[in-house]
């Protein structure tokens, strides 16, 4: 088992953190499928306004990539669907039947071919769980890993513990290991942030212990570190929920939605673990999580990171419920071209943001002017959005470098296709 050390990046702050006991299950009235952890997808319906749907059901296909299957996390009733610039995907909501009865087959699915496994990962809703490097998009149907990370490393002390979410789910997550060493000839690379592991040995999978800075909890660290993407082909990363989530499906034949997340931050009440759904409307999940005369900011994801949003989002544990500003902030516009308009004051700190080998003010220069192939040779296939968090916190500019990186890369990736 190997151990990474993590010096460079944000150190944690020492905000209240969780006990590390899933308590209450938050049954919600609302989930979504939320456009914005897929961007510039199109969607083919497969369902229609006010159609019920039974969980693990179809909704849409990719209209780009029709094999390419998001299914309903609950059973319910279509109630809206959003969308955003030229008909991509904004939001796809579900009313969740409080008299739901989930019937599904119960039998094991075949996972004798890497084609069979292929197909029912697409058929069955679990494709979208995978996230590549570089781009950070969801795989193509037909694209093939040269190794793919599991993340199971907890980001912060505020972040529910892996060892502590899989408690009785280990069979199911080593299932979802052996499915994943199927899908790739490369190692499926399981990192996680205690020596105790998570999975069993096997041929191909390499369990590793990252610990250090926050971003020793990001799969962009995890990448950099094992195979780094200059090195040639595409990685993918998935979550250790998704991971026990696909293992559960091939044991059973049933498909799994349920999350465990943390609620933090200032305005929580008591910081807490609790059991909820894919997209779980968040007011639905903090109710009675804060103090009446509260209005706090929900944010899914962590404090640095998260974002404000209404429904939980595909690739978040976390739930954060920050203190609402007196006022609007007065900040740039958050666009790659008003940010060349402020100074870029380079600090110490900026030079130790970034955990990839990245030198950070150039960096930072070529994503405010729109310099993509200057972007490129500074390593900008090696992130996504998450780990520039930081950056805009600690830069001058007020620039949103998670949104320019996604300019970039997009731009990127177009000219690549």
């Known amino acids: 088992m190997g151990h990474h050390k993590i010096r460079h990046g944000h150190w944690p702050s020492c905000s209240p953190a969780p006990v590390q006991a899933v308590g209450d299950t938050k049954v919600v009235s609302k989930v979504a499928v939320v456009g914005a952890d897929f961007?510039?997808?199109?969607?083919?319906?497969?369902?229609?306004?006010?159609?019920?749907?039974?969980?693990?059901?179809?909704?849409?296909?990719?209209?780009?990539?029709?094999?390419?299957?998001?299914?309903?996390?609950?059973?319910?009733?279509?109630?809206?669907?959003?969308?955003?610039?030229?008909?991509?995907?904004?939001?796809?909501?579900?009313?969740?039947?409080?008299?739901?009865?989930?019937?599904?087959?119960?039998?094991?699915?075949?996972?004798?071919?890497?084609?069979?496994?292929?197909?029912?990962?697409?058929?069955?809703?679990?494709?979208?769980?995978?996230?590549?490097?570089?781009?950070?998009?969801?795989?193509?149907?037909?694209?093939?890993?040269?190794?793919?990370?599991?993340?199971?490393?907890?980001?912060?002390?505020?972040?529910?513990?892996?060892?502590?979410?899989?408690?009785?789910?280990?069979?199911?997550?080593?299932?979802?290991?052996?499915?994943?060493?199927?899908?790739?000839?490369?190692?499926?690379?399981?990192?996680?942030?205690?020596?105790?592991?998570?999975?069993?040995?096997?041929?191909?999978?390499?369990?590793?212990?990252?610990?250090?800075?926050?971003?020793?909890?990001?799969?962009?660290?995890?990448?950099?570190?094992?195979?780094?993407?200059?090195?040639?082909?595409?990685?993918?990363?998935?979550?250790?929920?998704?991971?026990?989530?696909?293992?559960?499906?091939?044991q059973t034949g049933q498909y799994s939605a349920d999350r465990v997340v943390s609620i933090t931050g200032a305005m929580a009440k008591a910081p807490k673990l609790v059991r909820t759904t894919l997209g779980a409307s968040l007011s639905d999940v903090l109710a009675g999580e804060f103090a009446p005369n509260a209005r706090p900011v929900f944010l899914s994801g962590d404090a640095l990171t998260g974002v404000e949003a209404s429904f939980l989002g595909r690739f978040h544990d976390q739930i954060t419920l920050n203190e609402r500003p007196a006022a609007p902030a007065e900040r740039a516009r958050r666009t790659r071209f008003n940010s060349i308009s402020r100074a870029l004051i380079p600090k110490t700190a900026l030079e130790r943001a970034l955990a990839p080998r990245i030198l950070p003010v150039p960096f930072m220069r070529a994503l405010s002017v729109g310099d993509s192939e200057a972007a490129r040779r500074l390593g900008c296939l090696a992130l996504v959005e998450e780990d520039l968090a930081v950056l805009s916190r600690l830069c001058t500019s007020g620039a949103d470098y998670g949104v320019l990186l996604r300019h970039v890369l997009d731009d990127l990736m177009e000219d690549a296709a």
């Open 39 to 250: 961007p510039q997808l199109r969607p083919t319906l497969k369902v229609s306004l006010q159609d019920q749907v039974a969980a693990g059901q179809v909704l849409f296909t990719d209209r780009k990539h029709p094999q390419i299957a998001h299914v309903s996390p609950v059973a319910g009733t279509v109630v809206d669907i959003e969308y955003g610039p030229r008909r991509t995907l904004s939001a796809f909501v579900i009313e969740r039947d409080p008299n739901e009865v989930l019937v599904h087959e119960t039998a094991p699915i075949d996972d004798n071919t890497e084609a069979s496994i292929r197909r029912t990962l697409l058929d069955r809703g679990m494709w979208p769980a995978f996230r590549t490097r570089p781009f950070g998009r969801t795989p193509t149907p037909e694209s093939k890993p040269v190794a793919i990370f599991v993340t199971a490393t907890q980001k912060t002390a505020s972040a529910p513990d892996p060892h502590v979410v899989l408690e009785g789910r280990l069979p199911a997550f080593d299932k979802g290991v052996a499915v994943l060493t199927e899908l790739t000839e490369g190692t499926v690379h399981v990192c996680q942030s205690k020596e105790e592991p998570l999975c069993q040995a096997a041929d191909r999978v390499n369990v590793v212990v990252f610990s250090g800075t926050a971003a020793a909890g990001l799969p962009s660290t995890h990448v950099d570190r094992l195979y780094p993407v200059q090195s040639g082909g595409q990685v993918w990363t998935i979550g250790y929920q998704d991971v026990a989530a696909i293992g559960h499906l091939f």
